[in-house]
T-cell receptor
Framework: LAKTTQPISMDSYEGQEVNITCSHN???????ITWYQQFPSQGPRFIIQGYKTKVTNEVASLFIPADRKSSTLSLPRVSLSDTAVYYC??????????????FGKGTKLSVKP | DGGITQSPKYLFRKEGQNVTLSCEQNLNHDAMYWYRQDPGQGLRLIYYSQIVNDFQKGDIAEGYSVSREKKESFPLTVTSAQKNPTAFYLC??????????????FGSGTRLTVV
C-alpha cells in the first residue's frame, strides 16, 4: 500500500470549511483514496472514497488532481461534532484484493466554538 | 442490527497474566482483524484472518495470539510476553473483495490497562 503523509493537526471554528490534504506520491494505477474518521475511544468509520477528480457525498467532498499524487478532504461548515482524527488511506478499492487497512497517525481536527 | 461486539470495554491486567479480548460479529464477514492503538498514534495491525481456521501475523504480532474456530468469533489473547500491553484494542471485519473501501466495520474497542 502506498505511503501517505498528512498534517498532524488542524484547528478550525464552527461554520468554517476545512480542507485536509494528503500526499501519496507512490500511488499505483489500481489504488483508490479513502478517508476514515475516528472519534475518541471509538473505531474508525468510512467517510468517502475516490479515484480521480471529485467525489461528493452527504458528509464530505474529495478532490483528486489529475496526477493523483495528493488528495484533499473537504468538510463543509464544520461543527463541534466534527472534532475527530481523520485518516487518509491508499489501496485497492472495492473488488480488489483483500487489503489490510494501514493507518498512519492521521490528522487531528479540533473545531472550536 | 448487524455489527461487531467487543468485550469487555475496559480490562485491567496484572503483570504476568494472560488476558483474552472478545470480538464477535454477526455480519457474515469472512475477514476479521485486530488493531492496537496507543495514545496519539494510528492503528497498528496485530493479526488478521481471512477465513475460518486460518490467520496471519500483522506488523506487531509478538506477545499476542489469536484463534478463528468460528466465522463469527476472533478472540485475541494478550500474553505475558507482551511487554507493554496497555493500549486501546480494536477489532474489525470485512467481506471479501472490499479492498480499502467502506466494507470495513469496527467494534467499539477494549481499553486494556496493566496494573
Amino acid at each position: 500500500l502506498a505511503k501517505t503523509t498528512q498534517p498532524i493537526s488542524m484547528d478550525s471554528y464552527e461554520g468554517q470549511e476545512v480542507n485536509i490534504t494528503c500526499s501519496h506520491n507512490n500511488i499505483a494505477t489500481n489504488d483508490y483514496i479513502t478517508w476514515y474518521q475516528q472519534f475518541p475511544s471509538q473505531g474508525p468509520r468510512f467517510i468517502i472514497q475516490g479515484y480521480k477528480t471529485k467525489v461528493t457525498n452527504e458528509v464530505a467532498s474529495l478532490f483528486i488532481p489529475a496526477d493523483r499524487k495528493s488528495s484533499t478532504l473537504s468538510l463543509p461548515r464544520v461543527s463541534l461534532s466534527d472534532t475527530a482524527v481523520y485518516y487518509c488511506l491508499v489501496g485497492e478499492g472495492y473488488g480488489g484484493s483483500q487489503g489490510n487497512l494501514i493507518f498512519g497517525k492521521g490528522t487531528k481536527l479540533s473545531v472550536k466554538p | 442490527d448487524g455489527g461487531i461486539t467487543q468485550s469487555p470495554k475496559y480490562l485491567f491486567r496484572k503483570e504476568g497474566q494472560n488476558v483474552t479480548l472478545s470480538c464477535e460479529q454477526n455480519l457474515n464477514h469472512d475477514a476479521m482483524y485486530w488493531y492496537r492503538q496507543d495514545p496519539g498514534q494510528g492503528l497498528r495491525l496485530i493479526y488478521y484472518s481471512q477465513i475460518v481456521n486460518d490467520f496471519q501475523k500483522g506488523d506487531i504480532a509478538e506477545g499476542y495470539s489469536v484463534s478463528r474456530e468460528k466465522k463469527e468469533s476472533f478472540p485475541l489473547t494478550v500474553t505475558s510476553a507482551q511487554k507493554n500491553p496497555t493500549a486501546f484494542y480494536l477489532c474489525a471485519s470485512s467481506p471479501p473483495g472490499t479492498g480499502i473501501s467502506h466494507g470495513y466495520t469496527f467494534g467499539s474497542g477494549t481499553r486494556l490497562t496493566v496494573v
